[in-house]
């Protein structure tokens, strides 16, 4: 499950679509919505926890936060152009590619190799297709592999539809978060790969278990699924969630300064205790309060 939560960042543009899922009827959903005010308890803008995939015809919206979707002046994404395939194609190609790699066998501890072989396997892959792609780009073709999620239904997409007569403002785009991990040194990049290859035994049943996490707004759950997985590394929780929200909490709260009522929207392990966002902010001397 925590595979969904860090390498999704990424994967939502490149996933492939899936079946409907069949699960149950749901209760009525209550996904995470912050009211953010200032010192005098004006309100200036909002935070909600996102999901990049959800299965067709998922109902998330609730009145307050369509609401709030009116209300708000601009929304905060982590990337804008997710329609845009032929620049994150083109981008992956150019920031993943080095020559002169060792192979991709070579960068896995030997008990994983057969893993890696499987999932080449399952890919209709060679070896040989990697043997110019860093290991950080190969771990997340692979991600895609073993999540059977399509972000072609991601609460990210609709929102920024949603937005298309405002202002849209991302915190990185495509480049800036491939970036992320092509910063990362090699041991952690291996290191990324291998959560990969021990994360692909996740399930329909696996992923069915966020979405509710998710629509019911359990930040509790989603913050404990940050302590195992690849996030259980304290190197890459460091680089992939820890330091991007240091990063973005000082971009919003610029942001909530400027009178714009943004709606900032990222991915809701962003929002999760203990150094989520909403504890950031109120360490800057906002009043955040969570609304549903």
């Known amino acids: 499950m925590i595979r969904k939560l860090a390498i999704a960042l990424l994967a939502i543009a490149l996933a492939a679509c899936s079946q409907k899922s069949h699960e149950p009827a749901q209760p009525a959903p209550s996904p995470a919505l912050w009211q953010v005010a200032d010192g005098t308890g004006k309100t200036v803008g909002w935070l909600f926890g996102t999901i990049h995939a959800l299965p067709r015809d998922t109902e998330w919206r609730t009145p307050r936060l369509d609401k709030v979707i009116v ?3 601009e929304l905060i994404v982590e990337v804008k152009d997710l329609d845009d395939t032929v620049k994150l194609s083109a981008t992956f190609t ?25 999932l080449l396997a399952k890919g209709g892959y060679r070896e040989a297709d990697f043997k110019a792609i860093e290991t950080w780009g190969a771990a997340l073709m692979l991600a895609q592999l073993a999540d059977k999620s399509t972000g072609e239904n991601g609460v990210d997409k609709a929102l920024i539809r949603d937005f298309r007569a405002r202002d849209v403002v991302e915190l990185e785009g495509i480049e800036g978060q491939f970036a992320i991990f092509d910063q990362l040194p090699e041991k952690d990049q291996e290191d990324l790969l291998g959560a990969v290859l021990e994360d692909d035994t996740m399930n329909t049943e696996d992923t069915a278990k966020l979405e509710r996490l998710w629509l019911k707004g359990d930040m509790v759950a989603i913050s404990k699924e940050g302590d195992t997985g690849m996030l259980a590394d304290p190197d890459l929780k460091k680089a992939l969630l820890t330091d991007r929200n240091k ?46």
Do not use: Y
């Open 94 to 118: 150019r920031m993943s590619h080095t020559d002169g790699l060792p192979p991709l066998s070579q960068r896995v501890p030997e008990r994983l190799r057969g893993k890696l072989q499987a």
């Open 247 to 292: 990063r973005w909490a000082d971009t919003i709260a610029l942001a909530l300064d400027s009178g714009k009522m943004p709606l900032v929207a990222v991915g809701a392990a962003h929002l999760a205790p203990p150094a989520g966002l909403p504890e950031l902010l109120r360490a800057k001397g906002f009043r955040v309060t969570r609304v549903e």
């Open 71 to 73: 209300d708000a002046g």
